[in-house]
Nanobody, 115 residues
Framework: VHLVESGGGLVQPGGSLRLSCAASGLTLSSYVMSWYRQAPGKERELVASIISASGVTNYADSVKGRFTISSDNAKNTVYLHMSSLKPEDTAMYFC?????????WGQGTQVTVSS
């Protein structure tokens, strides 16, 4: 299993970014796919998750209404659309796949929100 994140970068407050997580070695529809983030000196936290087979989503309160997780099962890719970004959204963002007690992680992509 291989997860590769992309799309991070530097953005001004109020801006938008779309993160992508390209998955290989697994069938997306069989997994719960999630985005986590970890800021310096803080613990890793769950940002959003999606049950790819059903489309059911879950969000951290801090990102509700601003972030949207989606999956394209045909492309085996999960996305995180981020809007109205705030400096406190600055973190390394990780993609994760989980199924039956097994989990897989990508290497992360850095998002920095700063003017």
């Amino acid at each position: 299993v291989h997860l590769v994140e992309s799309g991070g970068g530097l953005v001004q407050p109020g801006g938008s970014l779309r993160l992508s997580c390209a998955a290989s070695g697994l069938t997306l529809s069989s997994y719960v796919m999630s985005w986590y983030r970890q800021a310096p000196g803080k613990e890793r936290e769950l940002v959003a998750s999606i049950i790819s087979a059903s489309g059911v989503t879950n969000y951290a309160d801090s990102v509700k209404g601003r972030f949207t997780i989606s999956s394209d099962n045909a492309k085996n890719t999960v996305y995180l659309h981020m809007s109205s970004l705030k400096p406190e959204d600055t973190a390394m963002y990780f993609c994760a796949a989980a199924r039956r007690g097994n989990s897989y992680w990508g290497q992360g992509t850095q998002v920095t929100v700063s003017s």
